[in-house]
């Protein structure tokens, strides 16, 4: 995980600290970590977003001479190969693993939302029977 710009209580601080290396070694962001990686480093990838990039540069080129035969087909190539990256087992991969680890941070947000209200609730009972 990375570092963070600000402090919190030492306590506080450490405490996140454990639970961001715990949440750093769970089987969904570590597998999350690796599939990610392969995309990034796959050289057919690579290639097919820059070709889908020259697509769609060549159609709002074209767009702007007004050569609309041109955009449309500089339009339908850019579609052919953003279909054939968004088909590819690695992307279909990564973005299931991209959901379980949204799921995942999402789910440790909220127990720690509502952990923190219920703990600021009680405080603020404690202090209003204290009254």
Same mark, same amino acid.
């Given at each position: 995980?990375?570092?963070?710009?600000?402090?919190?209580?030492?306590n506080?601080?450490?405490k996140l600290n454990?639970?961001?290396e715990k949440?750093?070694q769970t089987?969904?962001?570590?597998s999350y970590k690796?599939?990610?990686?392969?995309?990034?480093?796959h050289?057919? %990838?690579?290639?097919?977003?820059e070709?889908? #990039?020259?697509?769609?540069k060549?159609?709002v080129q074209?767009?702007?001479? !007004? +050569? *609309?035969?041109?955009?449309?087909?500089? %339009?339908?190539?850019a579609?052919?190969?953003? #279909?054939e990256f968004?088909?590819?087992?690695l992307?279909i991969?990564y973005r !299931? +693993? *991209?959901?379980e680890?949204?799921?995942? %941070?999402?789910h440790?947000?909220y127990?720690?939302?509502?952990?923190?209200?219920?703990?600021?609730?009680?405080?603020l009972?404690?202090a209003m029977?204290e009254e």
């Amino acid at each position: 995980m990375e570092k963070r710009d600000f402090q919190y209580e030492d306590n506080i601080d450490l405490k996140l600290n454990e639970l961001l290396e715990k949440i750093d070694q769970t089987e969904v962001i570590v597998s999350y970590k690796k599939i990610a990686l392969k995309v990034d480093q796959h050289d057919g %990838l690579k290639q097919l977003v820059e070709e889908i #990039k020259g697509h769609q540069k060549d159609a709002v080129q074209f767009n702007h001479y !007004e +050569k *609309l035969e041109a955009e449309k087909e500089a %339009l339908r190539l850019a579609n052919a190969k953003q #279909k054939e990256f968004d088909e590819h087992p690695l992307v279909i991969a990564y973005r !299931e +693993k *991209l959901v379980e680890a949204n799921d995942l %941070l999402q789910h440790v947000t909220y127990l720690l939302e509502r952990n923190v209200n219920d703990g600021l609730e009680d405080k603020l009972s404690q202090a209003m029977k204290e009254e």
